[in-house]
C-alpha cells in the first residue's frame, strides 16, 4: 500500500551499509621495516639500516610521500621503485607519489631509469650519498619533476660525474628547483643553465673559481619565466681579470644572486678574503694577456697595501730629515772632534816612523858574537 501524504517510507538499511562499508575499507598495510604516519597514503619512512638493501616492494600504490633514510641501498636499478609488479598497467607502481627522498643511503650507482613508474613525483632528493656512476638517462619519465636535490652527493665521482649530470638534466623541462651544493665542480653543469622553468640554482661550497661569459649568457635567458635565482657562497673565487665579467654582472643584478655579499676572494693572496664586491674592476690585473674566461689571476696589489707602502716611505723620509738636522745643529762639536781625531791619527803615525828611524840605524845593530872554540888571547901574552 503507497504511503499517504506526509508520512515516511519504510525504512532500508542498504544505503547506510553500503556508506559504513566504504568507509571501514581496510587500508593497505604498512610496509615490513617502515612506519607510516597518518595512513598508508600520507607518509612512509623507511629507515633500517644495512639491513634494507632495496626499496620496499610492498608500498601502497597510493602513497604520495615515501621516505628511506640511513640505509644501505647502493644501487638503484631501472624501475627500482615500480617493485616488478606485474599486474600495474604500463609499469606505474606507484602512480601517485609526489615526494621521494633517499638521503644518506649510501647509494653509489643510479642506472638509467631508475625511477620509471613514477609519473608524479614532483620532489626528489638524493643529498648526502657516495655517487660515483649516474646514467645518462636516469631521470627520465619524470614530467612532473619540480625539484631535485642533490647536495652533498657527487663529489666522489670526478669529472665524469659532471658530464653525466649534464646529459641525465636534459630531459628535466619542468624543473624550478635544482640544488648542486658541496660537490666540488669546477663549473657549472651547461643544461642546468639551458632548463627553462629554472628558479633556484644551489652552487655552493664548490670548486667555482668564477663564471665564464659563455655561463652568464645562459643566465641571461629569454622568455617570460622568471630569471633563475644563483646562490654561490663558499667558492674559492679568483678574483683576477678574468672575474671582470662576473662582477659586472653581480653589480648589475644582486638580487639574482642572494647572497653576493658573502662572495670573498681566494686568490691572488693580496686579496685573499676579501669581499668581491668591494672591488674596482679596473684594479683586477691578469698575469698575462692571453687569460682565458675565467682569468688568470697576477698578484695585484690592493689600496691598502699600497697606502702601507706610502707610509712607510714617509716615516722613512722624516727619520732622514730629523738625522740631517741633528748634524747640522752638532756641526761645531762634530768639526771638533774630527780634529781630535786627525791630531791623534797624526801623532800615532809619528811615533811610528820614530821607531822605524830607530830599527833603520846600522849604528844601532848589535856586534857578531864570537866563534865557538876559539881562545880569548891577552896582548901580554907574547903570542
Known amino acids: 500500500m503507497a504511503p499517504r501524504a506526509g508520512q515516511r517510507g519504510p525504512w532500508s538499511p542498504l544505503p547506510g551499509l553500503l556508506l559504513l562499508a566504504a568507509l571501514s575499507r581496510p587500508a593497505a598495510p604498512c610496509p615490513f621495516q617502515c612506519y607510516c604516519f597518518g595512513s598508508p597514503q600520507l607518509l612512509l619512512r623507511c629507515a633500517s639500516g644495512a639491513e634494507l638493501r ?22 638503484l636499478r631501472a624501475a627500482a621503485f615500480a617493485g616488478g609488479d606485474e599486474e600495474a598497467p604500463d609499469g606505474v607502481r606507484l602512480p601517485f607519489l609526489t615526494a621521494l627522498r633517499l638521503t644518506h ?18 620532489a626528489l632528493d638524493l643529498s648526502h650519498n657516495p655517487l660515483r656512476a649516474l646514467g645518462s638517462r636516469a631521470f627520465r619519465g619524470l614530467p612532473a619533476l619540480r625539484s631535485l636535490q642533490l647536495n652533498h652527493a657527487m663529489a666522489r665521482g670526478g669529472p665524469a660525474m659532471l658530464d653525466a649530470l649534464d646529459a641525465a638534466l636534459a630531459p628535466l623541462a619542468e624543473l624550478r628547483l635544482l640544488g648542486l651544493a658541496g660537490n666540488s665542480l669546477s663549473r657549472l653543469p651547461p643544461a642546468a643553465l ?15 673559481a668564477g663564471l665564464g661569459p659563455d655561463e652568464l649568457r645562459a643566465l641571461e635567458r629569454d622568455g617570460d619565466p622568471p630569471l633563475p635565482r644563483l646562490l654561490l657562497a663558499d667558492n674559492p673565487l679568483g678574483c683576477g681579470c ?45 698575469a698575462d694577456d692571453d687569460a682565458n674566461g675565467r682569468g688568470e689571476e697576477a698578484d695585484v696589489a690592493s689600496p691598502e697595501l699600497e697606502a702601507s707602502y ?67 888571547t891577552s896582548p901580554g901574552s907574547g903570542l
Open 194 to 208: 639551458r632548463l627553462p622553468r629554472l628558479e633556484q640554482l644551489d652552487a655552493r661550497a664548490n670548486a667555482l
Open 242 to 286: 678574468g672575474s671582470r665579467p662576473l662582477l659586472a654582472w653581480l653589480r648589475n643584478a644582486t638580487e639574482r644572486v642572494p647572497d653576493a655579499r658573502r662572495l670573498r676572494c681566494a686568490a691572488p693572496r693580496v686579496l685573499l678574503d676579501r669581499p668581491l664586491l668591494d672591488l674596482d674592476e679596473a684594479r683586477l690585473g691578469c
Open 105 to 122: 643511503n649510501n647509494i653509489e650507482v643510479v642506472e638509467d631509469g631508475a625511477f620509471d613508474g613514477l609519473p608524479s613525483l614532483a
Open 54 to 75: 632495496q626499496p620496499p616492494r610492498d608500498v601502497p600504490p597510493d602513497a604520495r610521500n615515501l621516505t628511506i633514510v640511513g640505509a644501505n641501498l647502493t644501487v
Open 310 to 376: 706610502v707610509f712607510f716611505g714617509l716615516v722613512l723620509a722624516l727619520i732622514g730629515l730629523i738625522f740631517l738636522m741633528v748634524l747640522y745643529l752638532n756641526r761645531r762639536g762634530i768639526q771638533r772632534w774630527m780634529r781630535n781625531l786627525r791630531e791623534a791619527c797624526r801623532d800615532q803615525m809619528e811615533g811610528y816612523h820614530y821607531r822605524y828611524e830607530q830599527d833603520a840605524d846600522p849604528r844601532r845593530a848589535p856586534a857578531p858574537a864570537a866563534p865557538a872554540g876559539s881562545r880569548a
